[in-house]
């Protein structure tokens, strides 16, 4: 355990004169407002939140910290779920709202330059002014394209076009002694030399500190379409995605949502959806570049339903319907923070394994008494459990709900899944990760860490404890 040093007067004077006094805090209110991100995890203050503007002053803050022992926590929107940008050693905020331009849109190799502050919808709204689309499109849009890049950020295109580390072409970096790497580039292939890019991807910002990236784009398909269709059980919802895919249409999107789900997001919207009288539902989004491709789609995505258990298929065609229905989709997380007290657990199993984890979630419920509600993208496994505080004491409430995630994180590895399908080990999950990959892997972390960062300065105590 490093004994890290503090950020005393004369620190904060030095880290003036890299940032200027303007972008730098130790107010009361910014140390709290800097604690914490959207995970249940108690706040952990920094002692200073510094906004630098470019990769020369994140060198010289991150060689400032590194010589003098301090901890440095890469922060971007702090929407995380796994208390990933938790200062919880204190020291150093490194927040990148100021650094939050696009740089380029280059039509010529379809790629972007983006700095790291960057939110993704913005990115969304840019790109596709121009006819193009970054697929990725983790659910949280306020979320940033470093954060995204720092856990992998997976999203509802998942299925069709992979995560964030399938778009990322190029990173500029700064190691945690201050020292600036460019990693990859606009070059489409590379085979050249381990690929360090990956290591750093999905990193929760342990290994360096990411100021700049270069994303692939593609075309953005012309049209899309949604279907919303209501099945009586889960089992039957999850059977038909294999059979969609083996007629050969590839929905950009399959997403699950239970009765409850559907249900809680009326109640929040404050207006009804298309039906919410059956146990189980499906979101089947198709996209294509003519009205006759996307009117095929939807006739074998809807016939393969209404075979398989389908009890009726709505097609939302316009704009309008179909961000209604996404809204539903993609609320849910709010809708369920507003009504209770929650947690959660994104567990990525096999897709085929969605109803045995489904089932076995709703026994673990009925045990330790709370409710959970298991909201899935479908199309990949990716499983969201949101755990619920019901009528029970709080104390109560939280040794349930530490009994309960290590059930619904065991339960998802016994089917063959993971800890975390896309929001990250953080510091929420560490306990888990050895179940998953075995001692032989975190030792080889570990070594990774200790060359990236001897001095254990960047982001310590995420991931797992050096
Ligand atoms: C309602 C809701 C829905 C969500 N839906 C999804 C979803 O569908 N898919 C999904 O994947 N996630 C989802 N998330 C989780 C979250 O939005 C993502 O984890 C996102 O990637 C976090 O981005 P951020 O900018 O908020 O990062 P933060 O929370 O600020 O940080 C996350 C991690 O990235 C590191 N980091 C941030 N910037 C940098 C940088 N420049 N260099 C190095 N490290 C850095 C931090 O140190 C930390 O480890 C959701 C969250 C909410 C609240």
Redo the contacts with the bound molecule.
């Keep these: 355990m490093v004994n890290y040093g503090r950020v005393t007067f004369s620190l904060k004077k030095r880290l003036e004169d890299i940032v200027s006094e303007k972008y730098i805090s130790d107010a009361p209110e910014d140390l709290e407002k800097y604690s914490k991100?959207?995970s249940l995890t108690p706040p952990h203050p920094p002692e200073i939140v510094v906004k630098p503007v470019s990769v020369e002053e994140v060198s010289a803050i991150m060689k400032l910290a590194y010589e003098n022992f301090i901890p440095v926590?890469?922060?971007?929107?702090?929407?995380?779920?796994s208390g990933?940008?938790h200062p919880i050693h204190g020291g150093i905020v490194l927040s990148?709202e100021r650094m939050n331009k696009i740089i380029e849109i280059d039509e010529e190799n379809m790629m972007t330059v983006v700095e790291?502050g960057v939110l993704i919808m913005d990115l969304h709204a840019e790109t596709e002014k121009k006819g193009l689309l970054y697929p990725p499109d983790?659910?949280?849009e306020s979320?940033?394209i470093?954060?995204?890049i720092?856990?992998n950020?997976?999203?509802v295109r998942g299925m069709k076009y992979g995560v964030t580390r399938d778009f990322v072409q190029g990173l500029e970096a700064v190691l945690p002694n201050g020292t600036i790497i460019d990693l990859g580039g606009k070059n489409v292939k590379n085979s050249t030399g381990y690929e360090l890019i990956d290591l750093i991807i999905g990193s929760?910002?342990t290994l360096a500190?990411?100021t700049k990236a270069i994303l692939r784009l593609i075309p953005k398909p012309r049209h899309t379409a949604l279907l919303y269709v209501p099945f009586n059980s889960t089992r039957d919802a999850v059977k038909v995605v294999p059979e969609i895919i083996k007629r050969k249409v590839i929905p950009f999107a399959i997403e699950y949502m239970p009765q409850h789900a559907v249900l809680t997001a009326e109640k929040y919207l404050e207006r009804r959806l298309p039906d919410n009288e059956h146990s189980a539902y499906l979101l089947i989004g198709v996209e294509g570049n003519s009205e006759s491709e996307i009117d095929n789609s939807l006739e074998v995505a809807g016939e393969a339903c209404l075979e398989m258990g389908g009890l009726d298929a709505f097609v939302a065609e316009t704009q309008t319907q179909q961000q209604q229905l996404w809204e539903a989709r993609k609320c849910l997380?709010?809708a369920y923070k507003s009504f209770y007290e929650i947690d959660e657990v994104d567990a990525c199993v096999p897709r085929n394994k969605i109803p045995d984890y489904v089932e076995e979630a709703e026994k673990i419920a009925e045990n330790n008494r709370l409710l959970i509600v298991n909201i899935g993208h479908a199309g990949d496994g990716n499983v969201h459990s949101i755990i619920a505080k019901g009528e029970t004491e709080r104390e109560e409430w939280l040794k349930v709900l530490e009994k309960t995630v290590n059930e619904l994180i065991s339960v998802s590895l016994s089917l063959g899944g993971t800890v975390s399908g896309?929001?990250?080990v953080?510091y929420t999950k560490k306990n888990y990760l050895e179940l998953k990959v075995g001692k032989t892997q975190v030792e080889l972390m570990k070594m990774i860490k200790r060359v990236f960062d001897p001095n254990n300065i960047l982001?310590p105590g995420?991931v797992f404890d050096l």
């Excluded at 926590?73 to 779920?81: A, H, V, Y």
């Design positions: 991100d959207e926590t890469p922060q971007g929107s702090r929407t995380g779920l990933a940008a990148f790291p983790p659910g949280q979320g940033t470093g954060g995204n720092s856990t950020a997976g999203g929760e910002g500190v990411v997380f709010d896309e929001h990250g953080g982001n995420k």
